[in-house]
């Protein structure tokens, strides 16, 4: 009897709530990434479950197989609140999973899971154990609720006070979560005041021109630390976060390029920085470089663009401003209730304190309200470049292209968008930014991602390097 009811659980809960579940998440498995805030439901889905499988075994004298059903019908225990207690434990165990491993695609399934449960509960086993246990049946379904809720009104007030709840818990979760950011990580420079709204910045080595870094749009003044430091040695780095990124405070409600050149410019100012520099641009912080030579070409000695996006890519980026304003802003809205954090969309994980940090940087409601800001300033920042100065034919430029995709796009976006046709678009423009310059050079790097700065660190840095010695 035992061995049957051992063979039942394996081949029906264990294969649908752990089996299954496992192999679609696999690759997150293999990874380790797992939020351990999922054991709460994980833990409890389990418990319930065990419970069970030993009322089953043991008052009903028989197994969770259909093919080997109890021969009484279990009223004690999880059997006293919910006709089908074993049912919800494993909806608990798959949801589990999903927050766990942060996956749509298990949440996905267990919804298919617990649909197919409701029907087949409906349509088969209480029929069956209507037809089987007869009176004794039915005085048991009229005491105890199907699920858990005994009417309809009580799944509605439930239901009401869940969807009250979850905001309210969402929005205490993101507090106490960027609170604790903020002791675990204090900014590592200064706070630097640019008119009401303070910009964080880092500053080492010694001497000139300054180099300063433009960071990528999740990145912060913290990023390319092994080209920053290797600079270092020749020359004074700078690098800053940007309004509403890393440790700087949150930026306007709308985000055009011009502004944030402004904004770089006061920086400057009151940092009290040596014009002119060199500006070594990533990604996003491409526009900002671009603009900020064109509007202020005195403070600008050269620019190095790394895999950098320009006015020449806006178009790229713009090409559907709606679903790029409603997607970026959609996301902004959703990580005030923290579930940015939770479903971790870059793929960071929390197993180091680098990882911890970055997440920190990442996900905090400054930066997605940023995202949101810059999105719903494309059009704006594209009518800026076109009133904006040319930029200077003599300005010496380095321009380097990543020779791969890879993390140009959040993996989950990449659903949506082509990463490899767009970065194919961008390393086009790569090459015309180049030409405009009469002192333009491109080049592309060698088995490099998006982020060169942390693939090929010395192909950045050497690219600096020679730019310095072309100047001085």
Same mark, same amino acid.
């Given at each position: 009897?035992?061995?049957?009811?051992?063979?039942?659980?394996?081949?029906?809960?264990?294969?649908?709530?752990?089996?299954?579940? @496992?192999?679609?998440?696999?690759?997150?498995?293999?990874?380790?990434?797992?939020?351990?805030?999922?054991?709460?439901?994980?833990?409890?889905?389990?418990?319930?479950?065990?419970?069970?499988?030993?009322?089953?075994?043991?008052?009903?004298?028989?197994?969770?197989?259909?093919?080997?059903?109890?021969?009484?019908?279990?009223? !004690?225990?999880?059997? *006293?609140?919910?006709?089908?207690?074993?049912?919800?434990?494993?909806?608990?165990? #798959?949801?589990?999973?999903?927050?766990?491993?942060?996956?749509?695609?298990?949440?996905?399934?267990?919804?298919?899971?617990?649909?197919? =449960? *409701?029907?087949?509960?409906?349509?088969?086993?209480?029929?069956?154990?209507?037809?089987? *246990?007869?009176?004794?049946?039915?005085?048991?379904?009229?005491?105890?609720?199907?699920?858990? =809720?005994?009417?309809?009104?009580? @799944?509605?007030?439930?239901? @009401?006070?869940?969807?009250?709840?979850?905001?309210?818990?969402?929005?205490?979760?993101?507090?106490?979560?960027?609170?604790?950011?903020?002791?675990?990580?204090?900014?590592?420079?200064?706070?630097?005041?640019?008119?009401?709204?303070?910009?964080?910045?880092?500053?080492?080595?010694? +001497?000139?021109?300054?180099?300063?870094?433009?960071?990528?749009?999740?990145?912060?003044?913290?990023?390319?630390?092994?080209?920053?430091?290797?600079?270092?040695?020749?020359?004074?780095?700078?690098?800053?976060?940007?309004?509403?990124?890393?440790?700087?405070?949150?930026?306007?409600?709308?985000?055009?390029?011009?502004?944030?050149?402004?904004? #770089? !410019?006061?920086?400057?100012?009151?940092?009290?920085?040596?014009?002119?520099?060199?500006?070594?641009?990533?990604?996003?912080?491409?526009?900002?470089?671009?603009?900020?030579?064109?509007?202020?070409?005195?403070?600008?000695?050269? #620019?190095? =663009?790394?895999?950098?996006?320009?006015? #020449?890519?806006?178009?790229?980026?713009?090409?559907?401003?709606?679903?790029?304003?409603?997607?970026?802003?959609?996301?902004?809205? @959703?990580?005030? =209730?923290?579930?940015?954090?939770?479903?971790?969309?870059?793929?960071?994980?929390?197993?180091?304190?680098?990882?911890?940090?970055? !997440?920190?940087?990442?996900?905090?409601?400054?930066?997605?309200?940023?995202?949101?800001?810059?999105?719903?300033?494309?059009?704006?920042?594209?009518?800026?470049?076109?009133?904006?100065?040319?930029?200077?034919?003599?300005?010496?430029?380095?321009?380097?292209?990543?020779?791969?995709?890879?993390?140009?796009?959040?993996?989950?976006?990449?659903?949506?968008?082509?990463?490899?046709?767009?970065?194919? +678009?961008?390393?086009?423009?790569?090459?015309?930014?180049?030409?405009?310059?009469?002192?333009?050079?491109?080049?592309?790097?060698?088995?490099?991602? *998006?982020?060169?700065?942390?693939?090929?660190?010395?192909?950045?840095?050497?690219?600096?390097?020679?730019?310095?010695?072309?100047?001085?």
């Amino acid at each position: 009897m035992f061995t049957r009811a051992l063979l039942a659980f394996i081949a029906l809960p264990g294969l649908v709530a752990f089996v299954a579940p @496992l192999l679609i998440a696999w690759p997150d498995v293999q990874d380790g990434s797992f939020r351990w805030i999922a054991l709460v439901p994980l833990l409890t889905g389990v418990f319930l479950l065990l419970w069970c499988v030993r009322d089953v075994y043991v008052t009903g004298k028989g197994t969770l197989a259909p093919w080997d059903p109890p021969r009484r019908l279990v009223v !004690a225990g999880p059997y *006293h609140v919910s006709r089908n207690p074993m049912y919800i434990a494993v909806s608990l165990v #798959l949801v589990g999973w999903a927050i766990g491993f942060r996956s749509w695609v298990l949440l996905l399934y267990a919804v298919t899971v617990m649909v197919a =449960f *409701h029907l087949r509960v409906v349509f088969s086993e209480e029929p069956w154990l209507a037809r089987t *246990h007869k009176d004794e049946w039915k005085r048991y379904a009229a005491r105890v609720p199907r699920w858990v =809720f005994p009417s309809r009104k009580a @799944l509605r007030l439930a239901c @009401l006070s869940v969807a009250l709840a979850l905001p309210v818990a969402g929005l205490i979760y993101e507090a106490y979560a960027d609170a604790r950011d903020a002791r675990e990580f204090p900014p590592p420079g200064i706070l630097v005041d640019v008119g009401g709204r303070r910009l964080h910045l880092i500053c080492i080595g010694e +001497g000139e021109p300054i180099v300063l870094f433009e960071s990528s749009g999740w990145g912060s003044a913290l990023s390319s630390p092994a080209v920053r430091e290797r600079v270092a040695t020749r020359t004074r780095v700078c690098s800053y976060d940007r309004p509403g990124t890393g440790w700087s405070d949150a930026g306007q409600g709308v985000a055009s390029v011009a502004s944030l050149a402004r904004d #770089l !410019a006061v920086l400057q100012d009151r940092a009290k920085l040596r014009a002119p520099f060199v500006i070594v641009a990533a990604s996003i912080g491409g526009l900002t470089a671009e603009m900020f030579a064109r509007e202020f070409p005195e403070r600008v000695a050269g #620019l190095v =663009f790394v895999d950098a996006a320009s006015s #020449l890519s806006l178009p790229l980026l713009a090409s559907r401003p709606g679903t790029v304003t409603a997607a970026a802003c959609t996301a902004s809205t @959703l990580a005030h =209730f923290g579930l940015v954090r939770l479903l971790d969309p870059l793929n960071i994980g929390e197993d180091s304190e680098d990882a911890r940090r970055a !997440a920190a940087i990442a996900y905090n409601t400054r930066a997605w309200g940023q995202t949101c800001a810059m999105a719903r300033g494309l059009s704006a920042s594209q009518q800026e470049f076109d009133r904006a100065p040319p930029l200077p034919d003599d300005i010496p430029l380095i321009v380097l292209s990543a020779s791969s995709a890879t993390d140009l796009l959040p993996s989950r976006l990449e659903r949506f968008v082509s990463a490899e046709t767009l970065s194919a +678009g961008m390393r086009g423009t790569h090459q015309q930014l180049a030409k405009r310059s009469t002192r333009g050079t491109w080049q592309m790097v060698p088995a490099s991602t *998006h982020l060169i700065g942390n693939s090929q660190p010395d192909a950045v840095a050497d690219a600096v390097l020679q730019l310095l010695d072309d100047i001085r």
